[in-house]
Every structure is written in structure tokens, then in C-alpha cells.
């Protein structure tokens, strides 16, 4: 069975920590892995990663993807009260009938002033 | 518990036609919502619902139009299907947001949909 499995499922830190958030896959016909940062409604779109090694960077926030091992990790420098949100991967695979997506628990990030 | 579930999983429909996507969760939950995934994109939220009864317009509501007649249930409508409109849609939920403002959203498994 297909999974995606994210740690720690809550975290909190204070103001100018660095966090790293991990996301584990387990999917047959593997196509990207995708990084979604959740405030209120929706998810907004952060990275999506498609080859191992390559560092994908927004500002503070960076993330890579290992293939090998299946996992990324989603890092945030000199976190602010701004980065609270819950963090969610999720993998895209080819085929099927259905949708696409497999998304994990996510990560609930707490940033303290 | 079956968490969140939608029907049908595929549809191939003929630009100006009509259908609907069930969504149905289990969970009790308060907020219902209903995405599209296009490749490269990530997720765009089309409407979303906060309690039975009510429903409220996302990122791209043109050519959708939802129900809430019952908690359980978020129906997504597609009056006149377009080409456009090809896409995977998914359907989420999440119980009523918590005090220190995070919610977490249960997705169900997906329905393609391919407009011809």
C-alpha cells in the first residue's frame, strides 16, 4: 500500500531556530514530491521535487529530495511567527485511475516569539 | 472509519455535459473543501464549505457550483464541462479550527476527470 509518513507530527520552537521537517514515501511509480504549507483554507504550493540532490530554495525555506533513500526534508532558517502552519507532503505518482496524490499527516509547526 | 472518500475515481465526459462529484466523510467534521490538481500547479481550492447548509467560493469557482444539504456530504457540479475543467479533483475535510489557528485537512483518494 502506498504511503507517505511526515515527523514529527508537531513542533515548536522559538523565533530564529531552524527546523527541518521529514517525509518519507513508500509509492509505487514514483513522479515528485510535492511541499505544501497550510495557514487557514488552503494549501499553498511551495516545491515540488522531481530529482535527488537538487536543492529547491524560496528565501528561507529550502528542501531536497533523496530518491534513493525516499525521503525529503523541508527546512526553515531563522524561523518567524509567520512560519506557524501545518507543513504537508505529499507524492504524485504516474497512473491509476485516480487521483494522483498521496499526502501525509503533515508536520504542525508552532513558532514562538 | 473510511476518512474521506469521493466517487466516481475517473470520468471521461464530453465538453457540455453535466456531472457530479461525490464527497463523503465520516469524520464529523465541520469543513469540508474541494481542490484541483493540474500538473505543475499544486493544489487550488474551488469552494469550500464551513458547516451544513453553507458553502463559499475558493481560488477558481467559475464553471463549479457546490452543495452542503448534509454535513456529511459536499457535492461538486459541473453545469457545462469543458475542456478546461480536465483535471484531478480532490476533496478534503477538517474539523473546526483549532484554537491556535491550525487545521488539519484529511484528503480523499482523487477523481479524475477528462473532458473531451
Known amino acids: 500500500e502506498d504511503k507517505v509518513v511526515q515527523s514529527p507530527l508537531s513542533l515548536v520552537v522559538h523565533e530564529g531556530d531552524t527546523v527541518t521537517l521529514n517525509c518519507s514515501y513508500e509509492v509505487t511509480n514514483f513522479r515528485s514530491l510535492l511541499w505544501y504549507k497550510q495557514e487557514k483554507k488552503a494549501p499553498t504550493f511551495l516545491f515540488m521535487l522531481?530529482?535527488?540532490?537538487i536543492e529547491k530554495k524560496s528565501g528561507r525555506l529550502s528542501s531536497i529530495l533523496d530518491k534513493k533513500e525516499l525521503f525529503s526534508i523541508l527546512n526553515i532558517t531563522a524561523t518567524q511567527t509567520g512560519d506557524s502552519a501545518i507543513y504537508l507532503c505529499a507524492s504524485d505518482t504516474y497512473g491509476g485511475s485516480q487521483g494522483n496524490l498521496i499526502f501525509g499527516k503533515g508536520t504542525k509547526l508552532s513558532v514562538k516569539p | 472509519n473510511a476518512g474521506v472518500t469521493q466517487t466516481p475515481k475517473f470520468r471521461v465526459l464530453k465538453t457540455g455535459q453535466s456531472m457530479t462529484l461525490l464527497c463523503a466523510q465520516d469524520?464529523?467534521?465541520?469543513?469540508m473543501y474541494w481542490y484541483r490538481q493540474d500538473p505543475g500547479m499544486g493544489l487550488r481550492l474551488i469552494h469550500y464549505?464551513?458547516?451544513?447548509?453553507?458553502?463559499a467560493k475558493g481560488e477558481v469557482p467559475d464553471g463549479y457550483n457546490v452543495s452542503r444539504l448534509k454535513k456529511q456530504n459536499f457535492l461538486l457540479g459541473l453545469e457545462s464541462a469543458a475542456p478546461s475543467q480536465t483535471s484531478v479533483y480532490f476533496c478534503?475535510?477538517?474539523?473546526?479550527?483549532?484554537?491556535?489557528?491550525?487545521?488539519?485537512?484529511?484528503f480523499g483518494p482523487g477523481t479524475r476527470l477528462l473532458v473531451l
Open positions: 469524520m464529523n467534521h465541520e469543513y
Open positions: 478534503a475535510s477538517s474539523p473546526i479550527r483549532d484554537p491556535t489557528g491550525g487545521e488539519t485537512q484529511y
Open positions: 464549505s464551513v458547516g451544513e447548509g453553507t458553502t
Open positions: 522531481t530529482s535527488s540532490g
